[in-house]
């Protein structure tokens, strides 16, 4: 058991306020509504005092009882329970099994002296179903055995609507709209009188001690079930809360969200709806009551009333933060959603995601700190501004006030200790390059970026010199500096280049270095940042004018100054592929790359990239075939990328691409450029007798057909079955292709046509999977045809159905009825009736469809 203070008990009226120096007077029951406070005893008197709630700044509210005026209601018997209809005016008073109407002011009964007798006990239904404002709905527990009546309760008069028998003597009821939550003598029930339906829900003893029904919310309960247990239980049955574990000897309950409160003989204990655990208990003895009314949670002894005030849901939070009790205090903060405005639990709880955030950083729990901090926004200044030296000299940055944590700077959290302060900096530098490119760096690029550079530079991290040739923000003079006192001279002379290119100075250096000329003891890749730089300079005549040196050095490499450029960047600049393309003409390697870069990686849709780069392809492939004597050589991976682009692309020149593979040997290719002109027999004749490549032929029909209708393809399996048994029977291997043909692809075939076209002397064996595939693809489409037309008669008789209860109902119409287009009254019996009710004249509905702007009713007539 975790405790927290949630509660504070408060007294409300003192015994001598009550009862003076009478000893014999007991409280049996109270009411309250607002500020009137009621309260029944045992002498039969009913006492109405006014309550005024007095804040504290320092400590929880304190409350003073001023006694109004207290009146005997005429019996010898006890007031057993009191129940406020403010909308009426009303007190409901039930004492010798009569439920009495008396006056909330002065307590007077109604002169009518309407009243129910015959009840035990009673409950009013705070959802009500009837719908009129000027009455209560009354549910009471009646002396005839095993029964319930439910009542309408007006100013001055009651009347019954149901009475309701039950399997078991009732003995407590709750009501929340056609439902009655029910404890009988064996177990508790759900029923709904308005349909008579009923469903156990679970056993209990009601000899060993009195149950508990409390209507807790909209359509759910709260329920003493066995083994101490708080049960909940919706109308429909079942529980969509972990029960509570309470005392085996509670005598009342209540719920102030998110607690629920028990009482038994000597403690008043607090358990959370969240994590069902016990997180208070008060003593108290000789409670007997525990009601909730409007939020407001009373208990009382026989001589007095006392109030449980709250504390404030964020100070029991910041109480739970202060003991390290994270997990505890988020589910507390969760659960207050729905008790404080939006705007304002927002701001709350976004501050208490960050507080948590540097409770579990504290506590080197870096990952479950650093989803806190993104899901709390935190300003990541609030992070850095822990590490020493970090925030750069221009940062006007303040902590949050009040603080988010207790910490001074890291050396206090750490104590000194080494290790967590290496792990602090590991954890900050991976947070930092995370959050740097995300929408949390927004406004604080400068503070993020000089802080990594920082933190790089004095753990000789190899992300410095990445940090320096993408864009950044780091401070000049900040980061000169710090690169300076750790010895980064490289990345200083770098990292000066980057931010003084405009004051002149040379490039060139960094070409010099690189091509040995200058001594420097500089990375290895230097090249590549070089390349990257150039890829991101907005200098286009810095890029032009050294694209010749990073391509001769490495034309796989120096291309990526132009793949990886953003197109957009390219054609706002003078980097349009048009002038990329005439610069790499003189490095095949490079130019094959670009063009990849823009047929497939972007996608473009200029033919002349297109037919450029097919015939780039076919050149590498003729110069391969002539250097290994070209039969017999499988396909190499330039030789797929142009089957592979022939087949996807639609733009290039087929003709032209046709006259450059005249005569070179490559039958495939030739193949997917008739597919590409339709000429279908033809490409297909080429796969079947040059290349005898019967896989392909099947391929060629699948890939041509892509996208295209069944029909199309059924063409191009039908032209390709033809071909095959053109040859003739005595052309065995043909005559196989075939039959595998149709065995593998039934169901592209019309078997119909088929079966005109095959030999007399092929077996029905021979081709029994193809008959049988298809069989099963033309009884598969008779069924789904059956389906798809029962499913339409089904829609349609619904449609129907629908159509002739519009019929069936009966309009009254009459000159107060108003036109809903026009606003006019009907003059004659015509009219358009919309499927939302409303009614239109007849000329108003015509003008309706022939205006499509006209305010229109409903959305079909």
């Not at 009129?132 to 009354?138: K, L, T, Y």
């Not at 000089?450 to 980061?479: G, I, P, Q, R, W």
């Not at 300076?484 to 002379?493: A, G, Q, T």
């Not at 200098?539 to 694209?547: N, Q």
């Amino acid at each position: 058991m975790m405790n927290i203070k949630a509660f504070t008990l408060v007294s409300a009226v003192e015994r001598e306020l009550l009862m003076g120096d009478k000893e014999r007077i007991n409280i049996e029951c109270v009411e309250c509504c607002g500020r009137d406070l009621y309260v029944g005893t045992n002498d039969c008197f009913v006492y109405h005092f006014l309550l005024e709630e007095r804040p504290v700044p320092a400590g929880p509210a304190t409350f003073t009882a001023t006694k109004q005026l207290h009146r005997h209601l005429g019996f010898k018997k006890p007031v057993n329970e009191l129940r406020a209809a403010s909308a009426l005016n009303r007190l409901l008073v039930l004492c010798d099994n009569s439920i009495s109407l008396v006056n909330m002011l002065n307590l007077e009964p109604v002169p009518s002296g309407a009243r129910i007798k015959g009840a035990a006990t009673f409950a009013l239904n705070e959802n009500p179903v009837s719908g009129d404002p000027f009455c209560v709905e009354v549910c009471i527990i009646s002396v005839k055995r095993r029964t319930i009546q439910m009542f309408l309760v007006y100013e001055d008069r009651v009347q019954i609507v149901k009475e309701v028998s039950t399997s078991e003597q009732p003995l407590a009821v709750a009501v929340d709209g056609h439902f009655l939550c029910l404890a009988l003598t064996t177990q508790y029930i759900i029923h709904n009188y308005s349909t008579g339906v009923s469903q156990d829900l679970f056993p209990y003893c009601s000899e060993e001690r009195p149950p508990i029904v409390k209507r807790i919310g909209r359509q759910e309960f709260l329920l003493a079930g066995p083994g101490g247990l708080g049960m909940f239980a919706t109308v429909a049955g079942i529980s969509q809360r972990a029960p509570v574990h309470w005392s085996e000897n509670v005598i009342g309950a209540a719920v102030s969200f998110p607690y629920v409160i028990a009482l038994d003989d000597e403690f008043i204990t607090v358990h959370s709806m969240l994590d069902q655990q016990q997180k208070q208990a008060l003593p108290f003895k000789e409670g007997h009551i525990l009601q909730d009314f409007e939020g407001r949670v009373i208990v009382a002894t026989s001589k007095g009333v006392y109030i449980l005030v709250p504390l404030p849901l964020e100070k029991q939070i910041q109480d739970l933060l202060a003991s390290r009790r994270v997990e505890e205090a988020l589910v507390l903060a969760k659960g207050a959603r729905r008790n404080i405005p939006k705007d304002k639990f927002q701001v709350m709880y976004r501050r208490i995601l960050q507080q948590a955030g540097f409770i579990q950083f504290a506590q080197l729990q870096f990952l479950e700190a650093k989803e806190l901090f993104r899901s709390g926004q935190l300003d990541v200044r609030e992070l850095i501004s822990l590490y020493p030296f970090l925030l750069p000299t221009s940062s006007s940055f303040t902590r949050s006030h009040p603080p988010l944590h207790e910490y001074a700077d890291l050396n206090q959290l750490t104590q000194g200790d080494q290790e967590k302060m290496a792990k602090c900096k590991r954890f900050l530098m991976s947070y930092l390059n995370e959050v740097r490119s995300t929408e949390v760096a927004n406004g604080y690029k400068e503070d993020i970026d000089t802080a990594l550079l920082k933190l790089y530079a004095e753990a000789d991290h190899d992300s410095l010199l990445d940090l320096l040739v993408t864009e950044n923000f780091c401070l000049l003079t900040d980061s000169a500096a710090w690169l300076e006192k750790h010895k980064k001279y490289v990345p200083l002379r770098f990292f000066s280049f980057l931010f003084l290119f405009f004051f002149l100075i040379p490039f060139q250096l960094w070409v010099n270095i690189v091509n040995g000329d200058v001594q420097d003891s500089t990375r290895s890749d230097l090249y590549e940042y070089i390349v990257d730089f150039l890829t991101y300079c907005l200098d286009e005549e810095l890029v032009w004018a050294y694209a010749d040196w990073v391509l001769q050095k490495s034309e796989e490499v120096g291309v990526q100054v132009f793949t990886k450029r953003p197109l957009d960047e390219q054609q706002k600049n003078s980097f349009n592929p048009d002038d990329i393309i005439n610069c790499l003409k003189k490095y095949p390697k490079a130019l094959v790359k670009y063009l990849e870069h823009l047929v497939i990686d972007k996608r473009l849709q200029k033919e002349e990239y297109h037919t450029h780069l097919a015939v780039l392809y076919l050149e590498e492939v003729l110069q391969q075939r002539a250097s290994t004597s070209g039969k017999g050589a499988e396909a190499s991976e330039t030789q797929a990328k142009l089957r592979r682009l022939l087949q996807k692309s639609d733009l290039y020149r087929v003709h032209f691409l046709l006259e450059r593979l005249r005569g070179a040997g490559l039958p495939m290719e030739s193949a997917i450029l008739h597919g590409k002109l339709g000429e279908h027999e033809k490409a297909l004749h080429i796969l079947v007798h040059e290349l005898r490549d019967f896989a392909a032929a099947e391929d060629y029909c699948l890939w041509c057909s892509e996208g295209r209708d069944p029909p199309h393809r059924q063409h191009l399996f039908h032209t390709l079955l033809a071909i095959y048994l053109r040859a003739g029977p005595a052309a065995h291997e043909l005559a196989v292709a075939a039959v595998d043909l149709l065995n593998h692809h039934a169901t592209e075939f019309d078997a119909a046509q088929v079966l005109q076209m095959l030999p007399d002397t092929w077996s029905v064996q021979l081709l029994c999977p193809f008959l049988m595939g298809a069989m099963r693809d033309s009884v598969h489409a008779k069924r789904t045809m059956q389906v798809a037309l029962g499913l339409a008669r089904s829609e349609n008789l619904i449609y129907t159905y629908d159509k002739m209860k519009l019929k069936g109902s009966s309009i009254r119409l009459s000159d107060k009825k108003l036109c809903q287009i026009c606003q006019n009254p009907f003059c004659e019996p015509v009219f358009v009736r919309y499927p939302n009710g409303g009614l239109v004249h007849t000329h108003c509905a015509a003008s309706r469809h022939t205006n499509p702007s006209s305010s229109s009713p409903g959305t079909r007539t």
